[in-house]
């Protein structure tokens, strides 16, 4: 009876062996069994064997338990927990839109909300309390700014937060953390969050503004994992950072939602009336905020000084914000009131304005004054007219309603702004966004997989290997291979970093396109071979060129009628292939100027023009330290303004060219006129039947004091002069060089003629003779060593 008591509990336990061994085939634990099928087949299995097995039921138990907790592990991955961290009014009127956004979608996120900074000071308005007025539940608030406004106050109140956010951030424990610009609190939240292993949303990284912000700013791009910008430009200075691109969102700014959109408010009457009287009507009213430069107190204050008393002259309405609390505010308000600003009766001074009202304000104002980037931003989308003063905005994107006035040392200069912006409206800007960021960043927030490495990486160029340090790399000199093709000639010269030609090879140009590549590639490397033996390092090729050239991708697009066969042509892809090394193209007059920037006159000098006056007549134009090509590569071409209606024609094709009257050609064809007509000769000199006239037959016959030869010469210069004064009322510099073998015979004319046409203000500028003797072999040489020595030490 015993045997045939237990031979169903034996049964059932080989059952339940033979399912345990079903379930290990199909995967430990059943995880591939869809969650209903399996919760199902166990609960039968627990109600067949809870009163036969005790270790089976145990068994069955445990995996009931295993499947509760995958079942609530998968819920909660559907949710992502976003902690948004605010520090002072202006970040939470750009994070206040995505904060919005998360909590309408309570089953994709979970919102944290810290606040910390300016937000909890009541000399800055306790604006905290916006935040819960806007319904949202504040995790954690932290007393992180330590008073003083200075800048050891800063550094003091960074550290304060550093010491508090761990706690709240552990508590917390988000899967993102979303902070927002370029204050230094949030150079605390991003590091904070860099060392706790937490993924980091930025926005507004990769812009430029020209202060200590954009310091704080990009440290806080490099600590952060995941990026949402605002323009295009600040997404390629992101990629030029060597940030990941799929990681970089193009999203907008996330305040223009709402900006696009308040146009459309019906009350902005009664806002305008609430913060600056009954008898104030739109645009008919200032709005004035400036922060102080961190990086120049003493002078953002002088600033600040000089803004008060222009707007009490201007006597007109004003609305005036403190300023933020940057090291020298504390010295700003004190000037506020030392001026008696918030008992003047045209100012009102306050605190704080809550953002949506506050935009009405900008978008009815007949004006705003100061350096906040409001001002660049977000007036633009109004159209309303903007002063912005100093600095510290000196990089910002801006539209047309921006009136800059970075030298602002003077109350007249923005008494002077202020009469001009004041009551102007412009064409709407949306630079900084379309009205759909905050989509786009939710979005954004759902992609990001939690599952990928936490470590970011960094997408560095391609670069060269870097050399071993031995004794005869650090004797070595540092060269540039120049290459400099001319109409008659071909050169190519080894030329060391301070700009010595150390051997040059020379041969006649050939006439075909096969046999030139050709050439060019056998003599560069009969250089490099020349280049071991005289301990030299080549960097790389430059070439000078004649012609229309892209130097971005080193293509010459239109040659001079010198050189055959040399249109659409590819120079640097084969160079470069056949010698392993990097390539740099332009223009002959263009590398002339380049030539003059690192190793002549031009050194040190922000704008300057190079004239080349040669076989024909060209040249560079270098504007705040920078060569200029223009939007299709062709600017500089100085040899064809026309200086004349009915002059000589020229090779382009016009009349009346600078390069039809002065140029070697333009002199030569004179010279040969002259001794067509037997007038060319004096006493003195002679040509015999073999020898070519050319222009210094001319030049000499002038010297010998042959009258027509020097009328010659004297339209010559007057011509280049003209032409050099349109240069001057064109783009201003404070230095022409002329360069060239003719050069000398000019420099004289052109002072004459610039003394005599140009405009008083222009009179000043000197005009010298370059000493270099190799302008375009530098000038190409001087490609390689700014470009290449950079990439490589």
Wanted: proline share 3%; aromatic share 4%.
């Amino acid at each position: 009876m015993a045997d045939q008591s237990q031979q169903p509990e034996r049964e059932s336990v080989r059952e339940g062996e033979k399912e345990r061994e079903k379930e290990s085939k199909r995967g430990s634990l059943s995880l591939t069994v869809e969650p209903r099928k399996r919760k199902a087949a166990t609960g039968r299995m627990l109600r067949g064997l809870s009163a036969r097995n005790p270790h089976e039921l145990y068994y069955l138990t445990m995996q009931r338990a295993v499947e509760k907790m995958e079942q609530l592990e998968k819920g909660a991955r559907r949710r992502l927990r976003v902690c948004v961290a605010t520090c002072n009014r202006a970040d939470y009127s750009k994070l206040a839109p995505i904060m919005f956004g998360l909590k309408a979608q309570p089953e994709l996120f979970e919102l944290e909300v810290v606040v910390l900074g300016s937000h909890l000071i009541d000399d800055y308005g306790n604006t905290f309390r916006m935040i819960e007025q806007d319904d949202f539940d504040i995790g954690s608030k932290l007393h992180t700014i330590v008073r003083g406004e200075d800048e050891a106050a800063m550094v003091e109140s960074v550290g304060l937060a550093l010491v508090k956010l761990p706690d709240v951030l552990q508590r917390l424990a988000p899967d993102v953390l979303v902070v927002h610009g370029d204050r230094f609190d949030a150079l605390a939240l991003a590091t904070a969050a860099a060392l706790m292993n937490i993924r980091i949303l930025h926005l507004e990284g990769g812009e430029v503004s020209g202060t200590i912000d954009d310091s704080i700013r990009h440290a806080i791009s490099k600590l952060a994992h995941y990026h949402a910008v605002c323009t295009r430009s600040a997404e390629s200075h992101l990629i030029a950072m060597c940030e990941d691109h799929d990681r970089i969102l193009l999203a907008g700014c996330p305040s223009y939602d709402k900006l696009l959109s308040a146009h459309q408010r019906e009350d902005y009457v009664d806002i305008i009336k609430a913060w600056l009287g009954d008898d104030v009507k739109e645009q008919d009213y200032i709005v004035a905020l400036q922060h102080p430069v961190t990086t120049d107190i003493k002078n953002s204050i002088k600033i600040y000084e000089l803004m008060l008393d222009a707007l009490v002259s201007f006597n007109k309405k004003t609305l005036i914000l403190f300023p933020n609390i940057d090291a020298g505010s504390k010295e700003m308000v004190r000037v506020m009131r030392k001026k008696g600003i918030e008992q003047h009766p045209n100012f009102r001074a306050v605190k704080h304005v809550p953002f949506d009202q506050f935009i009405q304000l900008v978008a009815h104002a007949g004006c705003m004054v100061g350096n906040s980037s409001c001002g660049v931003r977000e007036a633009g989308a109004f159209g309303t007219p903007v002063i912005n003063l100093g600095t510290r905005q000196t990089g910002r994107e801006t539209g047309e309603n921006v009136l800059h006035v970075r030298d602002a040392d003077t109350q007249n200069k923005i008494y002077h702004a202020l009469e001009l912006q004041f009551g102007k409206r412009y064409p709407c800007s949306k630079i900084y966004g379309d009205g759909n960021a905050v989509p786009r960043i939710l979005k954004f927030l759902q992609s990001i997989d939690l599952a990928e490495p936490l470590q970011k990486k960094f997408c560095f160029p391609a670069v060269r290997e870097c050399c071993s340090q031995d004794i005869d790399h650090i004797l070595e000199t540092q060269s540039a291979l120049a290459v400099d093709l001319g109409g008659t000639n071909l050169r190519v010269a080894i030329v060391s970093m301070k700009g010595k030609v150390l051997k040059k090879f020379t041969q006649p140009n050939p006439k075909t396109y096969e046999e030139r590549i050709e050439l060019i590639l056998s003599m560069c490397k009969q250089a490099i071979a020349e280049a071991i033996h005289l301990n030299c390092r080549i960097l790389g090729v430059g070439v000078s060129t004649g012609g229309r050239v892209n130097p971005q991708d080193g293509v010459v697009l239109d040659s001079t009628k010198l050189i055959n066969e040399w249109s659409g042509v590819d120079l640097r892809a084969p160079v470069s292939h056949a010698l392993h090394l990097p390539v740099w193209v332009d223009n002959d007059g263009n590398c002339a100027a380049l030539a003059e920037k690192k190793f002549g006159h031009g050194k040190g000098v922000e704008n300057f023009v190079t004239v080349i006056t040669g076989t024909g007549i060209g040249g560079g134009i270098i504007q705040h330290g920078e060569l200029i090509h223009g939007s299709t590569f062709c600017a500089a071409e100085l040899g064809h303004i026309q200086v004349s209606l009915d002059g000589p024609e020229c090779s382009c094709g016009s009349q009346g060219c600078i390069e039809a009257f002065s140029s070697g050609l333009a002199l030569q064809r004179e010279a040969k006129r002259l001794h067509d007509d037997d007038v060319l000769l004096v006493d003195g000199m002679s040509v015999n039947n073999k020898e070519q006239v050319s222009a210094v037959h001319l030049i000499n016959a002038a010297h010998h004091g042959n009258p027509k030869a020097k009328a010659v010469l004297h339209t010559a210069g007057t011509a280049l002069g003209v032409g050099i004064v349109n240069i001057l009322h064109t783009v201003n510099p404070s230095l022409v060089i002329l360069s060239g073998i003719l050069a000398q015979h000019y420099e004289g004319p052109v002072q004459q003629v610039i003394g005599r046409r140009a405009l008083s203000s222009t009179r000043d500028v000197k005009v010298v003779t370059s000493d270099l003797e190799e302008p375009a072999l530098l000038g190409a040489a001087s490609m390689v060593l700014d470009y290449a020595t950079r990439r490589i030490y």
